[in-house]
């Protein structure tokens, strides 16, 4: 498994439906968290997305795997490898 960063950019999704949907999308996200999928999620400060750093083999894996999401159908989503660098406490 690798890690990616993901810039993803919610369009086209109205306050109602993002209302609507958001109790299953936090439900399926927490889910996705335990299972160690999904490591870290940021909201962006306008509330248009958020930042994401999944573990998936590669690109389309990531799609499969946020497919579930009731979101899902409304992200542009930005796919970046990333490695960590660990570093030494001195």
């Known amino acids: 498994m690798k890690k990616f960063m993901l810039n993803i950019q919610l369009e086209g999704l109205d ?4 209302m609507k ?3 299953r999308e936090q439900e399926l996200v927490k889910e996705m968290e335990q299972e160690g999928t999904l490591v870290d999620t940021f ?3 306008d ?6 750093i999944i573990m998936a083999t590669d690109p389309e894996n990531v799609h499969s795997k946020l497919s ?6 409304y992200m542009k989503i930005e796919i970046i490898p990333i490695r960590v660098v660990n570093s030494v406490n001195q």
Do not use: A, D, Q, V
């Open 21 to 23: 949907l958001l109790p």
């Open 47 to 52: 509330m248009s997305g958020i930042f994401m």
């Open 15 to 18: 306050n109602e439906t993002r």
């Open 43 to 45: 909201i962006k400060l």
């Open 68 to 73: 579930i999401l009731p979101y899902y159908p």
